[in-house]
């Protein structure tokens, strides 16, 4: 009866698995919505081919250096306590056994598809000025490397997730859903590509004001939504069940918890916008969807539903507002509001999670303390780390476009064809400077 219910969890997991790529076809529909129309093919086969490459590096090196808390690894020795590091697996899957452990097996699944999913939330931030081959090599160097090194912390039994058991600090790290590994990870890579391909030209004006460039579609913005609800599902449920042995009859209560708290944000961004412009602003409302999703994966396995749209509502909020002081203060241009969206949404729930939860799972005293460690790791160590490899990578692939490229669209600069070509393109929006 033990070893068949085991081989139903197992399943169970990998079937929820299976719905991820949901995920990135919503977040790429929606970051093709929100830039312009000249630039529409160029974001949906940005998106497939970044998740294809991520895909191909990860199980060729990335899951060697992610491991699982069963495969031997290096660490740091300091104070009669020996830090885990980084994973010593073998190269290219090398060594997983096909008939061998089943939650070894989902977990290289499961960590494909996550990085995956990574790849693609930068895309959106440096869409309409950012060159397909150089987002390829950025992909690259984030599936090898970045990626993994943090996954190893947080899910392959490295140094984050040992804070409890090793130095008493709550459960260690908590991160049931990517909230993150993935979101955060990929928000911060978005912030360091913005910062290096600075903004769209015309975006700013000489005294720096920001100009509205609206998007082409809402309609691709607001069923990217939809899509992107089925991949949470997918993925908070399976992470919930490979990383912190979660039931699966837990798995309808994380449904709930991931739906109510994209739906607060929603709401309350949708509110929001409607108070402070007379309307309701539909790319921000959706924005605050996704960022509710994007937090959603740190705690919404051991919250309970009041909780969830607790956070919810204040990433809704945090969201609107982060995405006006990035372009007003900051002069980052977002298309996507990728920054805000995972980084600012994810962040959120990490800290969230620290005192949001009363299951088993959940952390204890000094939870609150673990989850700021963690996010103290992802500011001064994994941010710094993602803005030096890109500049360096920067330096030996050009990021930016050529004007001609950004003038035509990259649909017919870097593909040769128009999503639209029944359409005249309008190249009086670019100044030719």
């Known amino acids: 009866m033990g070893a068949a219910s085991s081989e139903l969890k197992a399943a169970l997991c990998g079937c929820l698995i299976l719905l991820i790529p949901f995920a990135y076809a919503g977040l790429a529909l929606m970051s093709s919505g929100m830039g312009r129309s000249r630039s529409a093919v160029h974001s949906l086969v940005a998106a497939l081919a970044a998740a294809a490459v991520a895909a191909v590096v990860y199980v060729a090196f990335g899951f060697a250096w992610q491991g699982t808390p069963a495969v031997p690894s290096y660490g740091l020795a300091t104070g009669g306590v020996v830090w885990n590091w980084i994973a010593s697996g073998r190269f290219?899957?090398?060594?997983?056994?096909?008939?061998?452990?089943?939650?070894?097996?989902?977990?290289?699944?499961?960590?494909?598809?996550?990085?995956?999913?990574?790849?693609?939330?930068?895309?959106g931030a440096g869409e309409e000025r950012w060159r397909l081959g150089a987002m390829l090599a950025s992909?690259?160097?984030?599936?090898?490397?970045?990626?993994?090194?943090?996954?190893?912390?947080?899910?392959?039994?490295?140094?984050?997730?040992?804070?409890?058991?090793?130095?008493?600090?709550?459960?260690?790290?908590?991160?049931?859903?990517?909230?993150?590994?993935?979101?955060?990870?990929?928000?911060?890579?978005?912030?360091?590509?913005?910062?290096?391909?600075?903004?769209?030209?015309?975006?700013?004006?000489?005294?720096?004001?920001?100009?509205?460039?609206?998007?082409?579609?809402?309609?691709?913005?607001?069923?990217?939504?939809?899509?992107?609800?089925?991949?949470?599902?997918?993925?908070?449920?399976?992470?919930?069940?490979?990383?912190?042995?979660?039931?699966?009859?837990?798995?309808?209560?994380?449904?709930?918890?991931?739906l109510l708290t994209a739906a607060g944000a929603m709401l309350a961004a949708a509110l929001l916008t409607r108070t402070r412009f007379g309307k309701p602003d539909a790319?921000?409302?959706?924005?605050?969807?996704?960022?509710?999703l994007a937090a959603s994966s740190a705690g919404a396995a051991f919250q309970v539903p009041t909780e969830a749209l607790i956070v919810g509502l204040v990433a809704g909020v945090l969201v609107t507002f982060s995405v006006e002081w990035l372009e007003l203060h900051f002069k980052i241009d977002d298309p996507a509001g990728s920054i805000s969206v995972h980084a600012a949404g994810g962040l959120w729930g990490l800290l969230a999670a620290g005192f949001l939860g009363h299951f088993p799972i959940a952390g204890g005293d000094g939870q609150m303390m673990a989850q700021l460690i963690g996010v103290a790791t992802l500011l001064g160590f994994v941010l710094p780390l993602l803005y030096a490899s890109n500049w360096m990578l920067n330096k030996l692939i050009p990021y930016r476009a050529p004007l001609d490229g950004e003038r035509q669209g990259m649909d017919l600069h870097e593909l040769g064809a128009n999503a639209y070509p029944e359409l005249v393109s309008h190249f009086d929006d670019i100044p030719q400077r």
């Open 92 to 123: 290219f899957f090398d060594g997983l056994d096909p008939s061998g452990t089943p939650t070894t097996l989902l977990t290289a699944c499961f960590g494909v598809f996550a990085c995956a999913f990574t790849a693609v939330i930068p895309l």
């Open 139 to 258: 992909t690259a160097m984030l599936a090898g490397w970045t990626f993994p090194l943090f996954a190893h912390w947080v899910w392959g039994g490295g140094w984050l997730s040992a804070l409890g058991w090793q130095s008493g600090i709550g459960r260690g790290f908590l991160d049931a859903g990517g909230a993150g590994v993935i979101q955060v990870v990929g928000g911060f890579s978005a912030l360091s590509i913005t910062w290096l391909l600075g903004a769209r030209r015309g975006k700013f004006s000489q005294e720096g004001m920001p100009a509205a460039i609206p998007g082409h579609n809402s309609v691709f913005v607001t069923f990217g939504c939809f899509l992107a609800l089925v991949g949470w599902f997918g993925l908070n449920s399976s992470a919930a069940i490979l990383f912190y042995g979660a039931e699966p009859g837990r798995i309808p209560l994380i449904a709930v918890n991931t």
């Open 283 to 292: 790319s921000l409302s959706a924005n605050g969807w996704t960022a509710g």
